[in-house]
């Protein structure tokens, strides 16, 4: 159980274009859904955190604007990366907790952005 | 503010040994410590989380220890496999769904 999917694993973009993620909870309902990013050799950094039918809380420094994150259902959470740069390029993921667990997330299997 | 410290150098390890790996950190109190695993170009995988009232955790051949007067967990592996070898992320939390706050990771090498 407390599977999460992403889509797409990978996306090759041109800069100035808009690319959505999405990030689904299989078999559980997600109350909260995280999306980070992670650089090359680095840590995962939080980007936002997000609650089913409310808008997100960004961390400092993430431009929401940049980065529109819908959490329309309990399943399903969604990033897009609006008019896309080469420094946007990065792998992101998502995860979810569930009701009644114990803080513990659950990771997507990530998505590698490329942009040109 | 916050900081989280594990080893940046990788730890390597011979198969049948323990691997031991550190996470310090500052400035924090948390209810509940937590490790996962991360495979190259995937997503980290949850291993086991540690709650402040408890010293040691164990599951399989993994265990975690909890010290809040150090402010340290220690995350051992033992009888490691190759298979063992990613990198290990330590997340210190509080209580709810708050967000996690990763360290760097540590990552480990069993050769066989």
């Known amino acids: 159980g407390a599977v999460v999917s992403q889509h797409p694993s990978w996306v090759i973009c041109k800069s100035g274009t808009s690319v959505k993620i999405e990030c689904r909870s299989l078999d559980f309902q997600a109350t909260t859904m995280f999306w980070y990013r992670q650089f090359p050799k680095q840590s995962l950094m939080l980007m936002a955190t997000s609650n089913e039918g409310s808008k997100a809380t960004y961390e400092q420094g993430v431009e929401k604007d940049k980065f529109l994150i819908n959490h329309a259902s309990l399943t399903l959470s969604t990033l897009t990366v609006t008019s896309a740069h080469p420094e946007d390029s990065s792998f992101y993921i998502c995860s979810a907790s569930r009701a009644g667990g114990e803080n513990e997330q659950f990771f997507g299997p990530g998505t590698r952005l490329t942009v040109l | 503010s916050q900081k989280i410290e594990q080893n940046s150098e990788a730890l390597n390890i011979q198969e049948g040994k323990t691997a031991t790996l550190t996470c310090n950190y500052t400035?924090?109190?948390?209810?509940?410590l937590q490790w996962y695993r991360q495979d190259p170009g995937r997503g980290p995988v949850f291993l086991l989380l540690?709650?402040?009232?408890?010293k040691e955790k164990r599951k399989e051949r993994l265990k975690v220890t909890f010290d809040t007067t150090l402010k340290q967990s220690l995350f051992h592996i033992t009888a490691s496999q190759p298979a063992d070898s990613a990198t290990y992320l330590c997340?210190?939390?509080?209580?709810?769904?708050?967000?996690?706050?990763f360290g760097t990771g540590t990552r480990l090498l069993v050769s066989p």
């Open positions: 997340a210190p939390s509080n209580t709810g769904f708050q967000k996690l706050v």
């Open positions: 400035n924090y109190s948390p209810a509940y």
């Open positions: 540690i709650r402040e009232n408890e």
